[in-house]
């Protein structure tokens, strides 16, 4: 058998400092040599297809390691976050990285969240197995899949063409059946699949958009990251009540900002009925239905 030769050796850490550099999303944990031991292979990325899960040890050390020690105890969340194979939304370089605490680099300047994220924002959402989740930001469409083992419909918008038809091939391969992908701006939301019980946004607007507030149903959940770009942003928890809305702060975190409509300053002459010092959807700007 031929050893490795030095220089690929030294690969695994110059990636780890070049995915170190990229992530910066809430807590990034640093590349330990430890951490490859016992790793499948790239070559395992079929286990699922194939009925044999190599990957399963890796989900339920990441499970119990990185979410359950920090407090996040909804058992239908811990169950969807070891079942959903996170290796197969990331690029296949960086399938060994994929249950790391950590974001990762998807392609378009955009990342995977890193695992506690996604669950804390899932249990967040407090899911039941009937409900319609509206996601704005499929990315990967990791955390679609995830809930998408919680609640009973998952509508999601992607803004970036490659990420929604990339999503939207993998979460069909997989056989994510209840998972509906939108390309579009998700300033505006679904309107006609809603009214939702819950909305997640996976990327910072500087305030939350009405139209998602106006889609949420009496009782609904929406957890979305706040702030302006280049300013501290907060994960909140908004829930609407049938007089108003009562709104949660949880934590610090850094998302990438939203774009489309909720970046675009503010026209007070465009706002309409939003109100609120927000943008009014604008209707010659359509999404494309895709599954």
């Known amino acids: 058998m031929r050893r490795p030769g030095r220089g690929a050796a030294r690969a695994p850490a110059r990636l780890c400092a070049a995915l170190a550099f990229a992530a910066g999303f809430v ?13 499948p292979t790239g070559a395992a990325s079929a286990d699922l297809l194939t009925g044999t899960d190599a990957w399963a040890p890796l989900r339920r050390t990441m499970v ?29 370089p960086l399938h060994p990285f994929a249950y790391a605490d950590r974001a990762l680099p998807i392609g378009d300047g955009q990342t995977i969240s890193q695992p506690y994220v996604v669950a804390l924002m899932s249990e967040l959402l407090d899911l039941d197995a009937g409900d319609r989740v509206l996601e704005i930001g499929t990315g990967s469409g990791y955390h679609a899949a995830v809930m998408s083992r919680i609640a009973g419909e998952v ?24 998972v509906h992908v939108r390309l579009g701006d998700g300033y505006c939301g679904w309107p006609e699949a809603g009214p939702f019980d819950a909305v997640v946004l996976t990327a910072a607007p500087p305030v939350v958009p009405r139209p998602l507030l106006d889609q949420l149903a009496i009782g609904g959940r929406l957890v979305a990251p706040v702030g302006e770009s280049g300013s501290p942003q907060e994960l909140i928890r908004i829930v609407r009540r049938p007089d108003g809305y009562t709104e949660e702060r949880v934590s610090y975190v850094h998302f990438v900002p939203m774009t489309g409509q909720a970046a675009r300053p503010f026209d007070p002459d465009a706002a309409g009925e939003a109100g609120e010092g927000l943008q009014s959807c604008d209707p010659d700007d359509p999404a494309e239905v895709r599954r």
């Open 27 to 39: 807590a990034v944990a640093a590349c330990s040599p430890a951490a490859g031991h016992g790793r």
């Open 64 to 92: 119990e390691r990185q979410i359950r020690a920090r407090g996040v105890d909804s058992e239908a969340v811990l169950a969807a976050m070891e079942k959903v194979p996170r290796h197969l939304f990331v690029p296949r």
């Open 155 to 178: 509508y999601s918008i992607e803004i970036l063409p490659a990420l929604a038809f990339g999503a939207e091939s993998t979460l069909g391969r997989l056989g994510y059946d209840n």
